[in-house]
């Protein structure tokens, strides 16, 4: 099995710490016990392979040691799945081959720095919870509560997200004195609202452009790179969000106010599908 690694392992949204003995679901620490947490640990050392029950009794119990090993390593394989949500009848996690041993199936990313656990005002150890859920992990989808999408649909959905955006910058530049004046009229020469329009459009088409290349050409550690970026993207978007009002008088203020509903989504909705789309090439590696 190779020595104790001291590296932190994440597979979708969960990361377990193999130096401390923890494992966070989306930055949050869940209870899990020492045994279970080795066993998580040998088969995250490694994915895709069959782990058989004799290594893993060689591993847990040394040869002096008398347990019932089936019993105890199958309430240990249940508490695992406990912590991840997964189910031996359908796995997503710890696949069961019978009489062989155990098969981790998502793809594992080893990251070599741990990240700085939240701070929760208190020393917590192995085992322990964390006061609260983050705000992200309240609000923001999870990539294992989503179904599974096929992988061109969910593509071809993000791609016409990001030439709609482009279409809102590049309208509103090339139609830049006709903004000015609406703006001028609504706000009496509110000129940082200009100043706002054209810098965060300046920032957001390369970016779009960024994105569009990205899912275009398929490549892979979208969603890692999308998630660093979702933060900057989302105060620019809900800004733009705001775009119908500029054709109120054209279209109505409340045609106006169900766009700006709309595009107030939109963002979150860029976030699902680019975890769909992760989601969706891990299941189909697997096959």
Do not use: C
């Amino acid at each position: 099995m190779g020595k104790q690694p001291t590296q932190v392992f994440r597979f979708g949204v969960f990361e377990a710490d193999a130096a401390s003995g923890e494992v966070r679901k989306s930055g949050v620490k869940l209870r899990l016990q020492d045994q279970p947490f080795q066993v998580l640990v040998i088969l995250l050392q490694n994915p895709g392979q069959v782990i058989s029950r004799e290594e893993l009794r060689q591993k847990l119990w040394p040869g002096d040691t008398f347990v019932d090993f089936d019993h105890s390593l199958n309430t240990i394989i249940n508490k695992l799945r406990e912590v991840l949500g997964d189910s031996a009848s359908n796995p997503r996690f710890i696949e069961t081959l019978a009489k062989r041993g155990y098969r981790f199936l998502p793809a594992v990313e080893v990251l070599g720095i741990p990240p700085q656990a939240p701070t929760t005002g208190e020393h917590s150890h192995p085992g322990s919870t964390t006061a609260s859920p983050t705000s992200a992990s309240v609000f923001l989808t999870n990539p294992d509560e989503l179904p599974e999408v096929p992988h061109g649909f969910v593509r071809v959905l993000f791609l016409l997200i990001q030439v709609m955006y482009l279409s809102f910058y590049i309208a509103a530049l090339a139609r830049l004195s006709a903004v000015e004046e609406l703006l001028d009229r609504k706000f009496g020469g509110a000129n940082w609202i200009t100043i706002i329009l054209v810098a965060t459009a300046a920032i957001a088409i390369p970016v779009r452009l960024y994105l569009l290349s990205y899912v275009s050409f398929d490549i892979k550690d979208l969603s890692r790179k999308f998630q660093r970026l979702f933060p900057a993207t989302f105060i620019v978007d809900e800004l733009w969000a705001l775009s119908p009002f500029l054709l109120a008088p054209q279209i109505g203020i409340g045609l106006a106010l169900a766009g700006t509903a709309a595009l107030i989504y939109v963002p979150f909705a860029q976030r699902t599908l680019v975890l769909m789309r992760d989601r969706s090439g891990m299941l189909s590696a697997k096959r």
